[in-house]
């Protein structure tokens, strides 16, 4: 039994480090442009807390959102700052607020909390906190 030959070996390799160079340059090409994309399209996005309310029927405390920036969000979050120092989190994964529009976020009250952050889960830098003073009704 005969091996390959020493030229027939340099190519067949030469062949598979290209074959795997071309798959990691367009699974770099790929990720880049969508990194790219979201950048873009979230360097636009902005949300404003303007106003929250405490509802004593319900003992929510409800936000009102503006999406003060120029495209529509999907999908917020929202965090709660308590005196323990404890962040809890609430998921308003299906919420949509579209461009110049606004969004009620209700959270339940508890005592001991210190402040509530609204962000958006689509484009991180779009968020407003409030703090529990600024809350009408409490």
């Known amino acids: 039994m005969k091996g390959i030959s020493p ?8 062949a598979f480090a ?13 990720f ?3 990194q790219r994309e979201e950048l873009q399209l979230c360097s636009s996005a902005q949300i404003s807390l303007n106003n929250a309310y405490y509802n004593p029927q319900t003992g929510n405390i409800n936000m009102v959102v503006y999406n003060t920036g120029g495209v ?14 404890a962040e809890t989190s609430k998921d308003f994964a299906t ?5 110049n529009d606004i969004g009620l976020f209700p ?7 210190r402040s509530i952050v ?3 889960t689509q484009c991180r830098n779009a968020q407003d ?8 009704g409490l």
């Open 7 to 14: 030229l027939v070996a340099t190519i067949m390799l030469i």
């Open 18 to 30: 290209l074959a795997v160079s071309g798959m990691l340059f367009s699974w770099v090409y790929q």
């Open 32 to 34: 880049t442009y969508a």
């Open 72 to 85: 529509p969000l999907t999908g917020f979050a929202v965090l709660i700052s308590t005196d323990k120092s």
């Open 95 to 99: 919420k949509e607020v579209a461009v």
């Open 107 to 113: 959270v339940k009250y508890s005592e001991g909390v």
């Open 118 to 120: 609204v962000q958006s």
């Open 129 to 136: 906190m409030i703090s529990i003073y600024d809350v009408e």
